[in-house]
């Protein structure tokens, strides 16, 4: 598929997490692996992507570390000045959303604890978005995966064929993201990940390629994983 030039992309680069799980005095996503911290390496792995124009980072109250890590280098999109981040998920991605310029038509939405993802998966998921107005990239789940009741016994063990573990970005028309916001603004803490805000809203949302090594950095163990695959960086 031919790239078309007017198809400019914003992405909201979510940053504002403090990373309990993780652990740690230092974010996450501000953790480093060959001199580099996520944050860094997840801008240069995005920068890949020429349909990218802005980014708009979403950090936590009080952040430095963001303007320290961007400082001296040089990207391809224009870096907006930052919005502060909500209590959850959602809330970050609406107040990021806001923050775009009028012309951005079209919204991706990125962990910055998410560092790897590939040019082919990113020209994948923006393409796929481009045909479908939604997209987002998914692997195939390998494991039996059982639901499970309060109690702890399985209600019942679910078909795998038909699931897929999704990452991100999640890409999207920025009306029909608007649109979701505005019906769901009660509800957004309900919302886990943007394409579940988009399918409550009754809008059609493509699964594209995911990518093992577009993983979360969530854990120390994820970190370990990583520092395992500093080639990719």
Known sequence: ?????????????????????????????????????LVEIGLRHLAAEARIAWLQPVLAAGDERFSACISGHDFPFEILPPVIGGAERAESMCRGLAGLPEACEWVAVQDAARPLPSPELLAAVLNAAFAYGAAVPGLLVHDT??????????????????????????????????????????????????????????????????????????????MDWLCRHSEEI
Request: glycine share 10%; proline share 3%.
């Open 145 to 222: 995966i059982k639901q499970v009741g309060d109690d702890g016994l399985v209600v019942s063990t679910l078909n795998r064929a038909g699931l897929r573990a999704v990452q991100t970005p999640q890409v999207a028309r920025r009306d029909w993201l608007m649109q979701a916001v505005e019906r769901f603004s009660d509800r957004l803490a309900e919302f886990t990940d943007d394409a579940a805000l988009l399918e409550a809203a009754g809008f059609p949302v493509f699964i594209s390629d995911g990518e093992a090594n577009n993983r979360k950095i969530t854990t120390q163990q994820d």
């Open 1 to 37: 598929m031919r790239h078309n030039p007017l198809m400019q992309v914003g992405v909201l680069f979510l940053a504002a997490g403090s990373g309990r799980r993780f652990g740690g005095e230092i974010p996450k996503q501000y953790q480093c692996v060959n001199g580099l911290s």
